[in-house]
């Protein structure tokens, strides 16, 4: 089982940048595709975006595209989400997943505590 700890989030302005981190301990961080989601208070957790073992393809909600990026470095066990040109409703509380990919991301029952993003107007 791969333990993840993100970082990184915080209060920013609408149009600003935030970049999230997130640790994985255990030897198996590279066999699994890794996945950001987020959950705003009263909804569903989301889909954010996601990256396949190796660095592979990536993927991202249709909200999203064109403002994040996310990227994986394994030799440090650590995936990234780099957040630009935010806007209020981007707001939520932002959690790392593993997962494994078959068609599209599907995340496993492993996820960090997650870290609030909030975006002022």
């Known amino acids: 089982q791969v333990q993840l700890v993100e970082s990184g989030g915080g209060l920013v302005q609408a149009g600003g940048s935030l970049r999230l981190s997130c640790a994985a301990s255990?030897?198996?961080?590279?066999?699994?595709?890794m996945g950001w989601f987020r959950q705003a208070p009263g909804k569903e957790r989301e889909f954010v975006a996601g990256?396949?073992?190796?660095?592979?393809?990536?993927y991202y909600a249709d909200s999203v595209k064109g403002r994040f990026t996310i990227s994986r470095d394994d030799a440090k066990n650590t995936v990234t989400l780099q957040m630009n040109s935010l806007k209020p409703e981007d707001t939520a509380v932002y959690y790392c997943?593993?997962?494994?990919?078959?068609?599209?991301?599907?995340?496993?029952?492993?996820w960090g505590q997650g870290t609030q993003v909030t975006v002022s107007s």
């Open positions: 255990g030897r198996t961080f590279s066999s699994y595709a």
């Open positions: 997943n593993a997962g494994y990919y078959s068609g599209g991301y599907f995340p496993y029952d492993a």
């Open positions: 990256i396949r073992r190796s660095g592979g393809n990536r």
